[in-house]
């Protein structure tokens, strides 16, 4: 850091308004500003792996966190899913108080810029007076103006200003990671409740076929072909489908007033209709930039809030240097109401203050070390949140690779159960086994077919998770055609 010094200040001006003579002064202190207390931010050294393991061969990490994200939402091809998308930044409430907030830090930064320049008051005030003479009392009248302004020598606004740009700039990054989250929560939320409809259509017809079963296990028990037990049976598995099918349901309403809350509605206001779950599965594909990392939301906040750590550093040394300032005013003063602004009457004056604390029991010391111990501190918080950037990123990447592998065994899975199950009906209706077998088969089929619905909705949750944890979509990257909608 540059070694302040304070040179002489210029002579008395004889002429000119007292405005050229502050102007005056503040070119000859603005001399003195050249230096800046505290270090320039540079952004600290990590670890970073040239790609992701879960992905295969990668490309070298660049910042790309102002990138247009776009409305990724639309790879699903879902015109429900983009409707409810769109009402998010409308009425979201999270959003709406994460937007106050963008505001707020914005007018605190606008606050700390205007310490740049002066500050000019003016009053106006009237006295009796008493002659020196005489007891004849008298009246007199004064109009002042003044300005006031405090050059920034050691840099400690122009710190203050960057901490608050950091700051202003975080709190934007923080907004955009709110939206992102919350626009992933309405998208997996929806996911989740149609996979309630689709359980809720085949427990349905689960119902349907269970009473089939139970009303020829009654004529056969009737006709003394079958042992009452089949018919309990029966009626148990019909029953147990029938409430399996109303806990679905109940699922989906509470998914249901999930997604208002997220819209920003009363959940009585909101009712989505039941839609078949036909959604494609999007997969990222090994070859996705790693460099798309870097435009997480959440570590250009962390970056921002060590660039407004690092400033306050410069604030608290600048606290070693005396405070300079300068100060002008010019006025009238008079005895007579209407010619009190005459030149005859008019004054100004021009000067300058100089204040330094010679002995504080350490407390400007200790405040640098607070700064600097604030900023350790953050550091430390910017490099986790990339570390756990890097974590979530290999999680979904490793759950889309796992999870098409399990899809395909449970569709395998699937097709079995539901063959096993046709057999076991039909040797049932021809008296061939008895019903525990397909009892068991029934089981075993709605089961399958519960788990591949699940799954679907799983691998659905996980490439939104991805996306999420990439940082957004894909609109403006160098290879768009990366997105495969391809199962």
Not at 21 to 34: C, E, I, K, P
Request: include cysteine; aromatic fraction near 6%; hydrophobic fraction near 45%.
């Amino acid at each position: 850091m540059m070694k302040p010094s304070l040179g002489a200040l210029p002579p008395r001006i004889r002429g000119g308004s007292w405005l050229q003579a502050l102007a005056m002064a503040g070119l000859g202190v603005g001399l003195l500003s050249g230096c800046t207390s505290g270090e320039d931010y540079a952004r600290p050294p990590m670890d970073v792996p040239p790609a992701f393991k879960e992905a295969g061969d990668g490309h070298q990490l660049h910042p790309l966190d102002q990138i247009d994200r776009g409305d990724w939402w639309t790879i699903y091809n879902d015109p429900v899913l983009d409707s409810l998308e769109k009402q998010v930044d409308v009425s979201n409430l999270t959003i709406k108080a994460a937007e106050a907030a963008y505001r707020e830090a914005k007018a605190i930064r606008e606050q700390t810029q205007a310490g740049y320049y002066p500050t000019l008051s003016v009053s106006a005030a009237t006295a009796k007076t008493a002659g020196a003479s005489s007891q004849t009392p008298g009246t007199t009248y004064a109009a002042t103006a003044e300005a006031t302004w405090a050059p920034d020598l050691w840099g400690r606004v122009r710190r203050s200003v960057e901490s608050d740009t950091a700051k202003f700039e975080a709190s934007a990054a923080d907004l955009a990671s709110i939206r992102l989250a919350t626009q992933a929560a309405l998208a997996t939320t929806y996911f989740d409740l149609r996979a309630q409809d689709e359980i809720i259509r085949n427990l349905q017809a689960s119902t349907l076929a269970n009473q089939k079963i139970l009303d020829l296990a009654t004529n056969q028990y009737r006709a003394g072909q079958v042992a009452q037990a089949d018919v309990l049976l029966a009626k148990t598995q019909y029953e147990s489908a029938h409430a399996q099918s109303e806990n679905a349901k109940l699922k989906r309403v509470q998914l249901e007033h999930s997604l208002a809350i997220l819209i920003g509605k009363a959940p009585a206001s909101f009712a989505l209709p039941s839609k078949s779950f036909t959604q494609h599965i999007p997969v990222v594909p090994p070859q996705i930039p790693s460099a798309l990392l870097e435009r997480r939301p959440d570590i250009a906040s962390a970056e921002r809030a060590l660039m407004s750590a690092n400033a306050q550093i410069g604030v608290a040394e600048s606290a070693w240097f005396p405070d300079v300032t300068l100060t002008a005013s010019s006025g009238f003063t008079g005895s007579v109401l209407g010619t009190l602004l005459q030149a005859s009457n008019g004054w100004w004056g021009i000067g300058g203050a100089l204040a330094e604390k010679i002995l504080d029991a350490g407390a400007r010391e200790a405040k640098a070390e607070q700064a600097k111990a604030d900023y350790d501190k953050v550091a430390a918080n910017y490099r986790q949140t990339v570390l756990i950037a890097f974590r979530e990123v290999e999680d979904q990447l490793a759950a889309q690779r796992i999870l098409a592998d399990q899809a395909h065994a449970q569709e395998a899975a699937t097709v079995a159960a539901r063959a096993a199950e046709k057999l076991a009906k039909d040797q049932y209706a021809q008296g061939l086994s008895p019903y525990d077998g397909l009892l068991n088969a029934q089981l075993f089929a709605r089961a399958n077919e519960q788990n591949a619905v699940m799954l679907k909705a799983a691998r659905l949750d996980a490439s939104v998770a991805l996306i999420a944890a990439l940082g957004g979509g894909w609109k403006g990257l160098p290879s768009p055609q990366s997105i495969n909608l391809k199962q």
